[in-house]
């Protein structure tokens, strides 16, 4: 891989510490959830990664919209990461929910967004290891 970019983050005190970009530009409180026992009083991995993968895959869906001459400026994409227990660990989910513009039709959008989940990064990293579901409404 030709690398374009590297973002360098540190983590320190698992999920009750804190995430620092080597900028500086972001220094998040890390807490685990309520639903996991915790304060919730912060942001956890799981919400950082949905972030992520949303912005991503919609970056992914302009690029795909852009080749195809059509006009995807309006979509949006949320993401949802799930973690759940998986035999002696952990194991993510993941559901990707992507509003279209009212003037694409079904086929049409279906195929841009399948293209999106080709060129997506995020995508391609996780790919048969994190089940991922694609919502198109």
């Known amino acids: 891989m030709n690398s374009?970019?590297?973002?360098?983050?540190?983590?320190?005190h698992g999920r009750d510490g804190r995430a620092v970009l080597s900028d500086g530009s972001l220094d998040l409180k890390l807490a685990v959830p309520k639903e996991m026992g915790g304060s919730g009083e912060g942001n956890n991995p799981e919400q950082l990664f949905a972030a992520g993968y949303a912005a991503c895959f919609s970056s992914a869906l302009g690029i795909t919209g852009r080749r195809a001459g059509v006009d995807l400026s309006k979509a949006s994409v949320t993401g949802e990461v799930s973690i759940g227990m998986q035999g002696e660990g952990f194991a993510l989910a993941v559901v990707l929910r992507i509003t279209l513009p009212g003037d694409i039709d079904a086929e049409t959008g279906?195929?841009?967004?399948?293209?999106?989940?080709?060129?997506?990064?995020?995508?391609?990293?996780?790919?048969?290891?994190?089940?991922?579901e694609l919502v198109v409404g």
């Open 4 to 12: 374009l970019y590297t973002a360098v983050a540190t983590a320190t």
């Open 110 to 132: 279906g195929q841009l967004v399948a293209q999106a989940h080709q060129v997506c990064p995020y995508s391609n990293a996780i790919r048969g290891n994190v089940p991922v």
